[in-house]
């Protein structure tokens, strides 16, 4: 029989990093819990960083999971906004591995594939998919439901590889 593991998944973001938490026994996956932290647009950036690196602790601290899945950005802003944002997944990265979490990073298509099926699914097709999955979720944002991805993405891999070792 296998170990229930708990993973946490972050949708890096400067507005909103949203956060999932599930528990994966084997196939089977359970919602925990999800969020969002959502620094005031007005603040300084090393501010809205910190209310980042707080809200996350919060969550690893109230929850405690075991593993970590962080969403890579994509960006084709500007040279400053994805500086801003990558600083912002620097924290994301950064929160849980001093937690002493294992952080798995996964692109975006990487997700959706694993979520949806097809590495070009759309937001209302991730959402659907992680509320089939996941039916206890409710109505998570998009942000939730990004992060939720990423931990159904992570869950996915991390069976796959256990089959792959055994």
Same mark, same amino acid.
């Given at each position: 029989? +296998?170990?229930? @593991? /708990?993973?946490? %998944?972050?949708?890096?973001?400067?507005?909103?990093? *949203?956060?999932?938490?599930?528990? #994966?026994? *084997? +196939?089977?996956?359970?919602?925990?819990? +999800?969020?969002? =932290?959502?620094?005031?647009?007005?603040? !300084?950036?090393?501010? /809205?960083? $910190? @209310?980042?690196?707080? *809200?996350?602790?919060? #969550?690893?601290?109230?929850?405690?999971?075991?593993?970590?899945? =962080?969403?890579?950005?994509?960006?084709?802003?500007?040279? /400053? +906004?994805?500086?801003?944002?990558?600083?912002?997944?620097?924290? $994301?990265?950064?929160?849980?591995?001093?937690?002493?979490?294992? @952080?798995?990073?996964? #692109?975006?298509?990487?997700?959706?594939?694993?979520? =949806?099926?097809? %590495? &070009? #699914?759309?937001? *209302?097709?991730?959402?659907?998919?992680?509320? /089939?999955?996941?039916?206890?979720?409710? !109505?998570?944002?998009?942000? !939730?439901?990004?992060?939720?991805?990423?931990?159904? $993405? &992570?869950?996915? &891999?991390?069976?796959?590889?256990?089959?792959?070792?055994?």
């Amino acid at each position: 029989m +296998s170990t229930t @593991v /708990r993973i946490i %998944g972050i949708d890096p973001g400067l507005r909103y990093t *949203g956060w999932g938490i599930i528990d #994966a026994q *084997g +196939s089977a996956l359970r919602y925990v819990a +999800s969020g969002r =932290v959502a620094p005031k647009p007005a603040m !300084e950036l090393a501010d /809205r960083l $910190c @209310v980042l690196v707080a *809200g996350l602790e919060d #969550a690893l601290a109230e929850y405690r999971p075991e593993e970590a899945a =962080v969403e890579e950005t994509f960006v084709n802003a500007d040279p /400053r +906004s994805a500086l801003k944002l990558g600083q912002a997944r620097g924290v $994301c990265l950064m929160t849980p591995a001093r937690a002493g979490l294992p @952080v798995a990073e996964y #692109a975006p298509n990487q997700i959706k594939k694993a979520v =949806v099926g097809t %590495g &070009h #699914a759309d937001k *209302g097709q991730i959402l659907a998919m992680v509320r /089939r999955l996941l039916p206890k979720v409710g !109505e998570p944002t998009a942000d !939730e439901a990004d992060a939720l991805a990423a931990a159904l $993405c &992570h869950a996915a &891999h991390r069976q796959f590889r256990m089959r792959a070792s055994a």
